[in-house]
């Protein structure tokens, strides 16, 4: 068992995130000594999994739902699968804009660096759109899809 105060470490969550997601009803099992919250690894587990939700762009309330499907047993197994492959879609498409912004600010780097480097963008320009180096030019390649 943890103390609240030791699981706010272990997640680097504020004390008060975790009283609010205890308020919101997160942890249904959660047990008390007194009035000391006394989490498991159950609740760990279930810190984890709001976590990821969250960082894949759920409010609370899309959680609380997530969990009030497993309260509900195996009946709501398709709905939490469904859940999960949208998060992991909406999650794989972030990833690919970033990676293509990404290529686009590796691209400009190289660009200023090469126009520092020359003086001017002369050179660059005579090798646009498809004459770049090979790594650059898929770089440049990626950016601009």
């Not at 000391?36 to 760990?44: G, K, N, T, V």
């Not at 959680?63 to 794989?92: C, D, H, P």
Request: proline content about 3%.
């Amino acid at each position: 068992m943890y103390t609240i105060g030791q699981v706010a470490d272990m997640f680097h969550l504020p004390i008060s995130t975790l009283r609010y997601y205890d308020k919101e009803g997160l942890f249904p099992n959660l047990e008390r000594k007194g009035n000391i919250r006394q989490f498991s690894d159950a609740e760990l587990e279930a810190i984890r999994v709001i976590e990821c939700l969250k960082k894949s762009g759920l409010e609370i309330k899309e959680i609380k739902q997530f969990f009030k499907w497993v309260s509900e047993g195996s009946s709501t197994y398709a709905n939490r699968k469904e859940l999960f492959e949208l998060r992991k879609k909406a999650v794989e498409e972030e990833i690919n804009a970033l990676e293509k912004t990404l290529a686009m600010l590796k691209f400009k780097c190289w660009y200023y660096e090469k126009a520092m480097a020359d003086g001017n963008e002369d050179k660059i320009n005579e090798m646009m759109p498809n004459k770049f180096p090979a790594e650059i030019q898929q770089l440049y390649d990626k950016a601009h899809i």
